[in-house]
């Protein structure tokens, strides 16, 4: 490949190299063992079990809270995922498969019952019941409970979800019942198809009511914790490590063979790529961008490359100036050269992004807006007309701030991105990076011109990132607060008609690209470093939703 002039510059100016492609799937066999406590050899074909079954998981950054209900980022839903399980799970192929509900049934994609699995027991060993989800879900929508995802339950349909979280019901009618201890009912005020699915998010995961209330927010403290996942939590040091225990009261924990997993908030790639190579970490939460040409070549056997259902994106306050003018939004998006960022910068089969819903998204069959089927040179000439239109050029540079949270690959991003920019348009960015938690409050109340964000499915299906552009949705949408917008999304959650319903995902694209409240940049791959010894790893889970339950150490 041959670089430009720019393209060169940004290598220079942010430390990175060149990065070839490529994929390795680790085997996703499972066994099982007899007993917790014994460890035997797994049967004929299937590989040898080490003795020692512990695991060791770089996680990016602190947990904002092991509460379900309180949390909105990746690397809770991680850990999260071990602690606590809800109606529904995923297979390593990203299907839907039983949690805690064995069956369900519905009646017009309005009325759905699950049936509760009457072996489930909570860590302290109470039985876990339909009263439990009926209590959570109410909990979710509650504004007391100050739930950064209680969107999420309105855009389920639950009857009278939305009102609730606006604060004109009562959280007590909310349409989900307790028949009786093992039979849940859930009422929908519109049809949607895809309900089952969306019980497998975090959010939708119980909690434990008698704990709750008796402790509070201290609830998640390893000495009062009670969850109904394959573990509870064992020691919990702030930014240092979050280790799990087996639940020995999980319903399905003959069959878990992992005994112990570590969690490790480890916020610099190239520190996290280092434990790794010493043999202290067997899975990575990520890699350092400029590092993957390196690991390909001298470290094969431990580089994991699979699809993931994310998008990686720039959000504009377009409730702040200069950025309420849409040339201005358009200028930097448009100068934004993808190509460098996907082929050069990133290197790992990441594809340019023009639009928010990722390809990889099922029944999901996007059109390219205009601006991306412009040349680069093409879309560079028009950025620099629309931002002088705007009243912005050299005796009047454009200044603002970038905020992202801390991570080199962001940060080399953020460098690289900003060059362009300044090279292209004469703008001044001035990087603003903090930590996770910090990072999330200061995105969420507004406070920040440009903001770098990434979107990963709640489940898969394309409204899981559309809706996420709704003003009502407070982990994005607040910013672009388009009437418009919402009337698409709006029509598109109320038809039950499928082709409708895929147009109007197009029509709510079409409608951003317009707009441009985000400039979509990259759809993700994942990358990490693997160790060879893990088994069971799903690699075809479009959504990365990884059980420790269902991996386990093979023998060296």
């Known amino acids: 490949m041959k670089l430009n002039t720019i393209t060169r510059t940004l290598f220079m100016g942010a430390g990175l190299s060149l990065a070839l492609t490529g994929c390795s799937e680790p085997e996703q066999k499972q066994t099982s063992q007899t007993s917790p406590e014994t460890k035997t050899e797994a049967p004929a074909g299937e590989p040898k079990l080490a003795e020692v079954q512990e695991l060791v998981r770089g996680n990016g950054a602190e947990v904002a809270s092991l509460d379900p209900h309180k949390t909105q980022g990746v690397p809770e839903s991680h850990v999260i995922r071990d602690l606590l399980e809800g109606l529904v799970n995923q297979d390593a192929d990203g299907n839907v ?31 876990v019941t339909a009263h439990d989800f009926e209590y959570s879900f109410k909990r979710v929508v509650d504004p007391n409970t100050a739930s950064p995802y209680s969107w999420y339950v309105a855009y389920t349909h639950m009857l009278n979800a939305k009102d609730i979280v606006d604060g004109t019901k009562d ?100 520190s996290e790529m280092n434990r790794f190579l010493a043999g202290e ?10 590092h993957f040409r390196r690991l390909k070549q001298e470290h094969p056997e431990d580089l994991s490359i699979v699809g993931n259902l994310c998008s990686y994106y720039y959000i504009f306050n377009t409730k702040r100036e200069p950025f309420d003018d849409v040339r201005v939004r358009k200028a930097l998006s448009y100068a934004i050269d993808r190509n460098v960022v996907t082929d050069a910068l990133l290197g790992q089969g990441q594809k340019p992004a ?29 950025a620099k007309r629309l931002l002088k239109e705007a009243g912005f050029d050299e005796s009047n540079p454009l200044d603002f ?42 995105k969420d109340e507004g406070d920040f011109d440009v903001a770098r964000a ?11 990132f559309l809706t996420l552009m709704r003003s009502t949705n407070t982990s994005g949408g607040v910013h672009y607060d388009s009437k418009a917008y919402d009337a698409i999304m709006q029509k598109a959650m109320e038809t039950t008609d499928d082709a409708e319903r895929e147009q109007l995902y197009l029509d709510a694209e079409a409608q951003m690209a317009k707009d441009m409240p985000i400039a979509p940049i990259y759809q993700y791959v994942k990358a990490r470093l693997l160790s060879p010894k893990v088994g069971g790893f799903p690699a075809n889970n479009a959504e990365e939703k990884i059980y420790s339950k269902d991996l386990y150490i093979k023998a060296e």
């Open 97 to 127: 498969i039983p949690g805690v509900a064995e069956r369900w049934e519905n009646k017009d994609n309005k009325v759905f019952t699950f049936y509760l699995r009457k072996d489930a027991k909570w860590s302290n060993g109470d039985p």
């Open 454 to 464: 990434g979107w990963c499915g709640d489940y898969n299906e394309a409204s899981t």
């Open 401 to 442: 701030s970038l905020l992202y949270n801390t991570s080199e690959n962001h940060k080399k991003l953020a460098v690289a991105i900003g060059q362009m920019w300044k090279d292209k348009l004469g703008v001044n960015v001035e990087l603003n990076n903090q930590e996770w938690k910090t990072y999330l409050s200061t």
């Open 281 to 290: 970490i067997d899975m990575t939460y990520e890699i350092p961008n400029e």
């Open 171 to 270: 959280k007590d009618t909310l349409g989900v019942k307790a028949l009786d201890d093992h039979t849940l009912q859930v009422t929908l005020d519109t049809a949607v198809p895809y309900l089952v699915k969306m019980m497998g998010h975090t959010t939708m995961k119980p909690v434990n009511q008698k704990v709750v209330e008796k402790y509070g927010d201290q609830w998640t403290k390893p000495e009062h914790f009670v969850g109904n996942g394959a573990y509870v939590v064992d020691n919990w040091v702030i930014n240092e490590r979050i280790d799990l225990k087996r639940n020995e009261q999980y319903w399905d924990n003959e069959n878990t063979t992992l005994d112990k997993v570590t969690f490790l908030p480890i916020e610099n790639q190239v």
């Open 354 to 382: 023009y639009f928010l819903t990722p390809e990889i998204t099922a029944g999901f069959s996007p059109e390219l807006p205009a601006y991306a089927k412009m040349t680069q040179e093409e879309r560079d000439a028009e």
